[in-house]
């Protein structure tokens, strides 16, 4: 085992796994309408919906650099459906890169590095 290897808490890997593929999801929904209708209003009980998942992956990534570059959707601006797949796009790689840190080939097998 690399002694230099990033480690994280269980409780981020955890919650990195459970929202990952919600948060893959979510992404393709966004990329879909966007590419239908970019320009199309999104609803505030969609943003409300995107919002909670969004508050949780900032858990996982709220001591990574990336975090001040990810914002959450403003609910009262009713942004539209190419803008929240942009901001989608970032969390999607900010949790890409998260994994690329902590989770990794330990000598027998692929595992995150726990603190």
């Known amino acids: 085992m690399n002694q230099n290897q990033a480690k ?23 990329k879909d309408l966007a590419k239908k209708k970019p320009d199309a209003a999104v609803s505030k009980s969609k943003l409300v919906i995107a919002n909670r998942l969004l508050n949780r992956v900032r858990e996982v990534l709220a001591d990574e650099e990336s975090i001040e570059f990810l914002d959450l959707l403003n609910e009262d601006d ?16 900010a ?6 840190k902590y989770y990794a080939w330990n000598g027998t097998e692929h595992t995150w590095f726990l603190k």
């Open 95 to 100: 949790m890409g890169a998260f994994k690329a």
């Open 78 to 93: 009713v942004p539209q459906a190419s803008d929240v797949t942009l901001v989608f796009s970032q969390y999607v790689a």
């Open 8 to 30: 994280t808490t269980s409780k981020k890997a955890s919650t990195h796994d459970v929202m990952t593929p919600l948060l893959a999801a979510m992404f393709e929904e966004f």
